[in-house]
C-alpha cells in the first residue's frame, strides 16, 4: 500500500510480497477488507499511542491543541501522512461499515475526552458535554484534513484550530490564546 500509495491491489499482490500462501492469507482474513480492517486498527492504535506521546504533559488546552494539530496532520493526505488507510480507506469505511469505525476511534475519542474534562475541571470550556465536543473536535480534524485535497485555498490546521478553541472555549480564553 504505502509503495501505492493507495489500497487498491489485490489479494494476490498482498501474498506475492509475503512469505505466505493463498491459503495461509485466508486462514487469517476473509478477503481484502478485513486485511484492510486489521491494517487501519493497527494503524489507528499507533496513532493514538503517538498523540497521547505527544500531548501527555502540560495545561490541557496546550495538549488539546497539539492532539488536535497532529490528528489533522495525519489526517492529510499527501502531508505528514502518506498513509492511505488514514484517507481514502478511512472514509470509505465510515460509509459502509461505522460500527468499526466507532470501535477503531474510541481510543481517540476516549483520550481526546480525558484533555477535554481537564479542560472544564480548569473552568475553560462552554457548558457542554466533553464527550461529545471530543468527537465534534477529532471529526472536524480528521475530515477537514481528508477532504481539503484539490482546493483552491485549503483549510490549514491552524485554521481547525481556531476553529475548534472557538467552538468549546469563551471567547475571552480564545482570544488570550491567539
Keep these: 500500500m504505502n509503495e501505492k500509495g493507495s ?13 505466505h500462501s493463498l491459503r495461509s492469507f485466508y486462514q487469517y482474513f ?4 478485513e486485511l484492510l480492517l486489521t491494517l487501519f486498527e493497527e494503524e489507528m492504535g499507533l496513532a493514538v499511542d503517538g498523540l497521547i506521546a505527544a500531548s501527555s504533559e502540560g495545561e490541557p ?11 489533522y496532520d495525519l489526517c492529510a493526505p499527501s502531508r505528514v501522512s502518506k498513509q492511505p488507510l488514514f484517507s481514502e480507506f478511512a472514509f470509505r469505511l465510515l460509509v459502509d461499515h461505522p460500527e468499526e469505525v466507532a470501535a477503531a476511534f474510541a481510543p481517540l ?7 477535554v474534562g481537564a479542560a472544564g475541571d480548569a473552568g475553560l470550556l462552554r457548558p457542554g458535554r466533553p464527550r461529545r465536543m ?5 471529526q472536524t480534524a480528521t475530515f477537514t484534513a481528508g477532504r481539503n485535497v ?18 468549546i472555549v469563551p471567547d475571552n480564553v480564545a482570544d488570550q490564546r491567539l
Design 7 to 19: 489500497t487498491e491491489f489485490t489479494v494476490q499482490e498482498v501474498v506475492d510480497q509475503a512469505p
Design 30 to 33: 476473509d478477503g481484502k477488507y
Design 61 to 71: 488546552l496546550d495538549r488539546l491543541e497539539r492532539v488536535i494539530r497532529d490528528l
Design 109 to 115: 475519542i476516549n483520550y481526546i475526552s480525558e484533555v
Design 134 to 138: 471530543a468527537a465534534l473536535l477529532v
Design 150 to 167: 484539490g482546493a483552491r485555498q485549503p483549510i490549514t490546521g491552524d485554521e481547525v484550530w481556531e476553529f475548534c478553541l472557538r467552538a
